[in-house]
T-cell receptor
Framework: NAGVTQTPKFQVLKTGQSMTLQCAQD?????MYWYRQDPGMGLRLIYY???????DKGEVPNGYNVSRLNKREFSLRLESAAPSQTSVYFC????????????FGSGTRLTVV | GESVGLHLPTLSVQEGDNSIINCAYS??????FIWYKQESGKGPQFIID?????DKRQGQRVTVLLNKTVKHLSLQIAATQPGDSAVYFC??????????FGTGTRLLVSP
């Protein structure tokens, strides 16, 4: 099925560990995004890639890095995980960003202990 | 598993009723608005969108109303069904690649 695929679905890390969240889309979209979702808050943009070869910071980029590996893939890396990064992470893609709609993946639930 | 907070505004309706979910947006320059539905344990799913040069748009069983004077957006769901139970988010486009999401409203539909 066409869409956005995120891996892993669940992850538990110890403080200070690193990991990479993977995201791939098969809709030939130009733009890709990483959001985090915390209780009582809306989705907050971490980083985005408007097109292959570009990445930009969003609202909450501290503690994260991203790589737009190719047009299909956009990864999010936590170099040294902190408990404050416990969250649900969503990747999304869009043909070109607003006003084109976004398609979201099913999320990665990350717990940092 | 639950993916959003425990203290979201909640709208409880009976099956078959019409539901109205409201959203206040912040930026008068926003030119595009979207409603998303998020079921437990899943990612947000597009429902309907509207541009700022419109005040109403209809889809299948859903209608979005935009009142730019008071910066208010609403989602109307006709003949609400149990499958409509979810958290609903509005989002506004504040600029280039800057889609900002609200905190959401939980809709509970009783059979």
């Amino acid at each position: 099925n066409a869409g956005v695929t995120q891996t892993p679905k669940f992850q538990v890390l110890k403080t200070g560990q690193s990991m990479t969240l993977q995201c791939a889309q098969d809709m030939n979209h130009n733009s890709m995004y990483w959001y985090r979702q915390d209780p009582g808050m809306g989705l907050r943009l971490i980083y985005y890639s408007a097109s292959e070869g570009t990445t930009d910071k969003g609202e909450v980029p501290n503690g994260y890095n991203v790589s737009r590996l190719n047009k299909r893939e956009f990864s999010l890396r936590l170099e040294s995980a902190a408990p404050s990064q416990t969250s649900v992470y969503f990747c999304a893609s869009s043909e070109r960003g607003p006003p084109y709609g976004y398609t979201f993946g099913s999320g990665t639930r990350l717990t940092v202990v | 598993g639950e993916s959003v907070g425990l203290h979201l505004p909640t709208l409880s309706v009976q099956e078959g009723d019409n539901s109205i979910i409201n959203c206040a947006y912040s930026n008068s320059a926003s030119d595009y608005f979207i409603w998303y539905k998020q079921e437990s344990g899943k990612g947000p799913q597009f429902i309907i969108d509207i541009r700022s040069n419109m005040d109403k748009r209809q889809g299948q069983r859903v209608t979005v109303l935009l009142n730019k004077t008071v910066k208010h957006l609403s989602l109307q769901i006709a003949a609400t069904q149990p499958g409509d139970s979810a958290v609903y988010f509005c989002a506004e486009n504040e600029g280039f690649q800057k889609l900002v999401f609200g905190t959401g409203t939980r809709l509970l539909v009783s059979p």
